[in-house]
């Protein structure tokens, strides 16, 4: 839609730019392409006008997917989505990476691991104890944790003063980030539907 618009005639660009996109689309569906007598422009508006109308059903298939999928959830999980930083979005996640890999989850570590966030050896030789997260692991389960330790800490305190008190320590950011999300992988592994 922005692409059309940075192309539209002048005065179907003019009242097109510096839109946001739900402004953008809200004004593509009020687009009439026949009170248009340039082809060009009516051409324009009527692919406007259609992009828009996918995106608006778009939007309400996803919000009714959404409450459906947090109706499943609350049923299986309600602990999960209790924790601090847990949301639906996670919370599917990372049920769903428990739910394919059942056999797989037999400790909190394995767990961990097949989230992408087991420490292992940085390197070969005497590295000093550095670790750093595996490359491997459920790639969706892996963001969901790090969405949730993203969220702590730009709302929750505690998780503000460790990262804090970390890097004071000499730990890069990056370094917290991990840790937190292996802390976090524990946190959540207690609250999984394990069969």
């Keep these: 839609m922005r692409h059309l618009g940075y192309t539209a005639p002048e005065q179907l660009r003019c009242r097109l730019e510096g839109l946001s996109v739900p402004a953008l689309v809200a004004e593509g569906t009020k687009l009439r392409p026949t009170r248009s007598p340039d082809p060009v422009t009516a ?13 608006e059903a778009l939007d309400h298939e996803l919000a009714e997917l959404d409450q459906r999928i947090e109706v499943l959830l609350e049923a299986t999980v309600p602990e999960l989505l209790e924790l ?17 890999n059942p056999d797989r989850l037999h400790s909190e570590g394995a767990w961990a691991h097949l989230c992408g966030v087991a420490p292992v050896p940085a390197g070969s030789g005497k590295t000093n104890g ?17 969405r949730i330790v993203m969220v702590r800490i730009a709302h929750d305190p505690e998780t503000q003063l460790y ?3 970390r890097v004071k320590e000499g ?23 394990r069969g």
């Design 130 to 146: 550095k670790v750093k997260a595996h490359d491997g692991g459920d790639r969706q389960a892996n963001s969901a944790l790090w």
């Design 163 to 165: 990262l804090d008190r």
């Design 43 to 55: 051409a324009t508006k009527a692919s406007l006008s259609s992009l828009a109308h996918r995106v």
């Design 84 to 100: 601090f930083g847990v949301g639906p979005d996670t919370t599917a996640a990372l049920v769903m990476a428990a739910g394919d």
């Design 171 to 193: 730990k890069t950011k990056h370094e917290v980030i991990r840790i937190l999300k292996r802390y976090v992988a524990r946190e959540v592994y207690r609250y999984l539907p």
